[in-house]
């Protein structure tokens, strides 16, 4: 039964394919171009050139000039007006960008001069600053050096001061001085000294 | 039987006038020329009898002073060996002025060193004119100033008291 119905299905696809074969073949030989028709083409051609002979391109040609002129000087002054105002467009910005950029610059240099003028300003402070506590310091110790060299004077002069006395004393009065009216004072150190000249004395012998 | 104590050595002082102990070896030299002299008179001795000593003036004051018969050998033997003694042991100080001192100066000054120092006590001067007025003592191991610049020195603080009022009122204010 089955076998009956597969020879049935593949003699239905047979024939199928033969008519769609032999459709083919038919539409394929209606489709090929009469002779007279690559005539006309040619006709038309040489109509064309009738109607569009030399003349008739040259004042086109002309024509298609003149349009291209007016075209083309129309796209320059278009083209023109539009550089001036990118020209006048691009100065402005380039003065707006520069003056920016100077205000810039001239406020940092500014701002740095300022800068620079506080620390000038410090510096000048603090070094009037150091100079009055040098000075101060400077006075100070001149001062305490007058102070010592008067302690000193002082001090050369008391230690000396018996020398320039006796000095004084033996060149005023000395030639009225002799030994004879010295003599009480001398026994008078004597007297001072006795007990210490006796002992050496002692010790001595 | 009891021997009698043996007398107490005669305590013989020097004059005054003895002041250095050049003066001291002076007299000893001399009186060992007086020695010698006696000895060769003696042995020179005539019928003229005794001979007739003469001494110098430093002699007679001591012998005077010590009431020593220089014509007696023990006496004489006795100053000798005193003097040799004095010259040997005495103390000597040596005292420095700004002037030669004037015997009568001496005089005063040996006179108390010998009540008050010593009874033998010598001097040797010298001179230092720096000193100014007073004088300078050295024993045997010390220095003594005596001057005037000492008494300054020492009485600074008066001076002083005197003088730093004075410059104050000086210096400006």
């Not at chain 1, 002309?62 to 691009?90: P, V």
């Not at chain 2, 001494?55 to 009431?67: C, D, P, Q, S, Y």
Request: aromatic share 6%; hydrophobic share 40%.
């Amino acid at each position: 039964m089955t076998i009956w119905w597969l020879l049935l299905i593949l003699a239905s696809v047979g024939s199928l394919g033969v008519g769609f074969i032999w459709l083919a073949v038919r539409v394929g030989s209606a489709s090929k171009k009469p002779e007279h028709d690559y005539n006309a083409e040619e006709a038309a051609d040489r109509d064309v050139e009738h109607l569009f002979d030399a003349t008739f391109r040259e004042e086109l040609r002309n024509r298609g000039r003149l349009h291209f002129e007016k075209i083309i000087g129309e796209s320059a002054m278009f083209l023109q007006q539009d550089l001036r105002l990118t020209t006048s467009q691009l100065n402005e910005y380039m003065k707006s960008e520069i003056t920016a950029k100077l205000q810039a610059e001239l406020s940092n240099y500014e701002q740095s001069i300022v800068d620079a003028k506080d620390l000038a300003i410090e510096s000048i402070q603090k070094t009037n600053s150091l100079i009055d506590e040098q000075r101060e310091s400077l006075t100070e110790q001149v001062r305490q050096e007058i102070i010592k060299e008067k302690q000193q004077l002082i001090l050369r002069f008391e230690t000396n001061m018996a020398d320039i006395i006796n000095h004084y004393v033996m060149a005023a009065v000395g030639e009225q001085i002799d030994l004879s009216d010295q003599l009480e004072y001398i026994l008078g150190e004597f007297e001072r000294n006795k007990v210490a000249i006796i002992e050496d004395l002692n010790h001595g012998i | 039987m009891a021997s009698e104590p043996a007398p107490a050595p005669k305590k013989i002082t020097l004059p005054i006038s003895v002041v250095t102990p050049s003066d001291v070896g002076r007299l000893a030299h001399e009186l060992e020329v007086l020695e010698n002299d006696l000895v060769q008179l003696k042995m020179q001795k005539t019928d003229n009898g005794v001979p007739q000593l003469s001494f110098t003036k430093g002699l007679e004051r001591i012998a005077e002073l010590n009431k020593f018969n220089l014509s007696n050998p023990a006496d004489r033997l006795t100053l000798q060996g005193f003097l040799v003694e004095v010259k040997q042991k005495a103390p000597v100080l040596h005292i420095s002025f700004n002037s030669e001192p004037s015997p009568l100066f001496l005089d005063k000054l040996m006179l108390w060193l010998r009540r008050e120092i010593h009874p033998l006590v010598l001097l040797t001067i010298g001179l230092q004119p720096a000193i100014g007025a007073g004088c300078m003592v050295r024993t045997t191991n010390k220095y003594f100033d005596l001057s005037m610049r000492q008494t300054f020195m020492a009485k600074r603080p008066l001076l002083l008291e005197q003088i730093i009022p004075a410059v104050n009122e000086t210096q400006p204010a």
